[in-house]
């Protein structure tokens, strides 16, 4: 009996090799995602603590300059929240990168899949073939 070859096993193995590049890029897009979702919280934390701290007294300039350094802190967590943002909209495309390659894969698996049952078919057939062969051909030497 001849081994099944599945003709299309290099795409197979190459859209695998996709899925798996591409589940790759999405670890790393989450990663990011999480290392500035981090950044983000600090900053928002730093900003509260500034904030608890009392003013009471402080002159003038020390006030402008806490007044200056909340602004800039405010500004930092706008940036920040653009490139939380951004880093969001990345994981989702590179989500759907992975499902896509996902999908395509399958699909491949699932003809492979059918081709094997094919294989087993025709081979239980021809298997089924040579034995009603042998069986007729033992009865024609038993009847003559």
């Not at 983000?40 to 500034?50: C, F, K, V």
């Amino acid at each position: 009996m001849a081994k099944f070859q599945f003709h299309l096993e290099p795409v197979l193995k190459q859209r695998a090799a996709k899925e798996v590049s591409a589940e790759q890029a999405l670890a790393l897009a989450r990663k990011e995602y999480n290392r500035r979702l981090t950044l983000l919280e600090n900053t928002r934390q730093s900003l509260q603590a500034l904030e608890e701290t009392g003013r009471d007294g402080l002159d003038y300039f020390e006030i402008r300059q806490h007044f200056f350094y909340r602004a800039s802190i405010n500004e930092k967590i706008k940036v920040q929240e653009k490139g939380v943002s951004a880093a969001d909209r990345v994981v989702a495309h590179k989500r759907d990168e992975a499902v896509q390659a996902r999908r395509e894969r399958q699909v491949l698996d699932k003809l492979k899949e059918q081709c094997l049952q094919n294989y087993r078919r025709e081979m239980a057939d021809r298997e089924q073939k040579e034995v009603d062969e042998l069986s007729l051909s033992i009865y024609h030497r038993r009847v003559n």
